[in-house]
């Protein structure tokens, strides 16, 4: 199975300042099928990115994912309030589907 | 909108059968090329694919519990249930059902149940 490992695990940033969280795949994720959630406390994970770089519906365009093969980044342009969580990269390119373990995004 | 609810007892003893249910509202259970899964969280950490179900009823397992795991689809009731058999307390969890849309992300999800595996 391929294995992604997300990177750092934790980011301590203020609100307006840029944050770019890296997921890397063990193998080649065939045709850059990644997909990014956002998990806040005692939530459960939301949808923000798929296809490595389209955003979901209701996404805000402040998030941008990017990448190919098996280096993939999630960029968040300007943290909002709201934006301080968790995130997770997931791949569905090779069965069974699999998830990084996270990085949390939290307030300086 | 497309609505999942789990539920199910929260305290399962070791060695008995974990079972959930998802409700799925706002939609029909059986229309578009949709599988409806299982996915679990270990307290503090990430996200594991448990496995899915077509309205058809074919099912795909994560081979790591695939030995221990049935999914199964009721169309009438809008429902899918999970069974895991044999439970340990590593498999105390929280719980979520989500639709899986083709070719492979998960949205949305339900708000997760949490399961403990305890004496």
């Known amino acids: 199975e391929i294995v992604l490992t997300q990177s750092p695990g934790s980011l301590s940033l203020s609100p307006g300042e840029r944050a770019t969280l890296s997921c890397r795949a063990s193998q080649t994720v065939y045709n850059n099928y990644l997909a990014w959630y956002q998990q806040k406390v005692g939530q459960a994970p939301r949808l923000l990115i798929y296809g490595s770089s389209s955003r979901a519906t209701g996404t805000p365009d402040r998030f941008s994912g990017s990448g190919s093969g098996t280096d993939f980044t999630l960029t968040i342009s300007r943290l909002e309030p709201e934006d301080f969580a968790v995130y997770y990269c997931q791949q569905y390119g090779s069965s069974p589907w699999t998830f990084g373990h996270g990085t949390k995004v939290d307030m300086k | 909108q497309v609505q999942l609810q789990e539920s199910g007892p929260g305290l399962v003893k070791p060695s008995q059968t974990l079972s959930l249910t998802c409700t799925v509202s706002?939609?029909?259970?059986?229309?578009?090329?949709?599988?409806w899964s299982w996915i679990r969280q270990h307290p503090g950490k990430g996200l594991e694919w448990v496995g899915y179900?077509?309205?058809?009823?074919?099912?795909y397992y994560n081979p790591s519990l695939k030995s221990r795991v049935t999914i199964s689809v009721d169309t009438s009731k809008s429902q899918f249930s999970l069974k895991l058999n044999s439970v340990t307390a590593a498999d105390t969890a929280v719980y979520y059902c989500a639709r899986w849309v083709p070719p492979g992300w998960f949205d949305p999800w339900g708000q997760g149940t949490l399961v403990t595996v305890s004496s």
């Open positions: 179900i077509y309205h058809s009823g074919s099912t």
């Open positions: 706002g939609t029909s259970i059986s229309s578009g090329s949709y599988f």
